[in-house]
């Protein structure tokens, strides 16, 4: 398991908004207030992922303010990056105002002043988000060319943004599977990925190292696979072709980032793992295998008979049967 979870329920109501600002002061100096103060309730998961803190977060309204001595006092040399998930969020910094709803994206220098409150005042539900602080001398990106990304939104529903907001929110569901030796090379991921959104925000891409570049464009080419799984026509061809690439060179990233899986074997693969999946699924066993072909992208049924067989060791139809009778035979065991 990855993080440490921290609930300001386990400590007496009168202690909850100095346990939470405690907590908070560990990576973020900022003045804290909320009319929620007596009673305050916020839970956070905190990761630390090598030099990268991830740490999604439910909360009560909350205002969190840094004036311009308190900034000078404590730049840490950090930014912190965060993900709104739930509610909306009024950011004044580096000499601009914006609003931030769902899956919106926004960056803070700690070394500047700034003012981030609820945009209705701090009355209404919990705020849900995921924050990401990072050292500033990690970022492949000059600090005066992100002065004009500083408090401004970031679109975490499309492209780039959309890759970083999947990734952060995974790393939550799935901490419980995940291993602390995992941490440091998930943090490389999670800065790969901001790196790469901020690159585009400020059109500086150019400016990113070739192995960068080359990590987030494989990424891309993963979610645009996983995407378009039922489209028959997805091939090499197309996945080139839509990133903008000639086929050598997509071929050429899978060589040196895929440990040896070719593109073609991962359309194949994980168009049989949901095929796998669904014939497994109860709440489908009415379904016709030819259906749950077509649905996954193989349009004719002996070919997925062939490709399921060769990498399960069993035809469709023997899998589903074999599924259902193991799980007829576990609720037979449960029940007895």
């Avoid at 305050?40 to 991830?54: I, K």
């Avoid at 799935?174 to 790969?192: I, K, S």
């Avoid at 690439?245 to 060589?255: D, G, N, W």
Wanted: net charge neutral.
């Amino acid at each position: 398991m990855i993080g440490t979870v921290f609930d300001t329920r386990e400590v007496p109501a009168a202690d909850r908004f100095d346990y939470w600002r405690e907590l908070l002061g560990r990576t973020r100096a900022s003045e804290m207030s909320s009319p929620y103060a007596r009673d305050f309730r916020a839970e956070m998961r905190l990761m630390e992922l090598g030099p990268v803190t991830v740490w999604p977060t439910s909360v009560l309204p909350a205002r969190y303010r840094q004036s311009p001595r308190r900034a000078r006092r404590t730049d840490d040399g950090l930014y912190h990056l965060t993900l709104l998930l739930e509610g909306e969020l009024t950011l004044e910094h580096s000499g601009g105002t914006d609003t931030f709803g769902p899956l919106d994206l926004h960056l803070v220098d700690d070394s500047l002043p700034y003012d981030l409150r609820p945009s209705d005042g701090g009355v209404g539900s919990p705020i849900r988000g995921v924050g990401v602080d990072f050292p500033k001398a990690l970022l492949p990106l000059a600090p005066r060319r992100l002065r004009q990304v500083l408090g401004r939104g970031l679109p975490g529903h499309e492209g780039m943004g959309a890759l970083l907001a999947g990734f952060l929110t995974g790393l939550e569901q799935q901490a419980g599977a995940l291993r602390p030796t995992d941490a440091p090379r998930l943090g490389g991921v999670v800065l790969d990925l901001v790196s790469a959104l901020l690159a585009q925000a400020v059109d500086a891409e150019s400016a990113l190292p070739p192995e960068n570049r080359s990590q987030v464009l494989l990424r891309q080419i993963y979610a645009f696979i996983r995407e378009n799984l039922h489209d028959p026509e997805l091939s090499p061809q197309t996945v080139a072709a839509a990133h903008h690439i000639s086929l050598s060179q997509l071929h050429r990233v899978f060589e040196e980032h895929a440990q040896g899986e070719t593109v073609a074997a991962s359309i194949r693969s994980r168009r049989l793992e949901r095929a796998r999946r669904d014939l497994e699924d109860p709440a489908l066993r009415g379904e016709p295998v030819h259906g749950i072909a077509a649905r996954w992208g193989f349009p004719r049924a002996s070919g997925f008979s062939r490709a399921f067989r060769a990498a399960y060791g069993l035809s469709p139809r023997e899998h589903r049967l074999r599924a259902q009778q193991q799980k007829g035979q576990g609720e037979a065991e449960e029940a007895g």
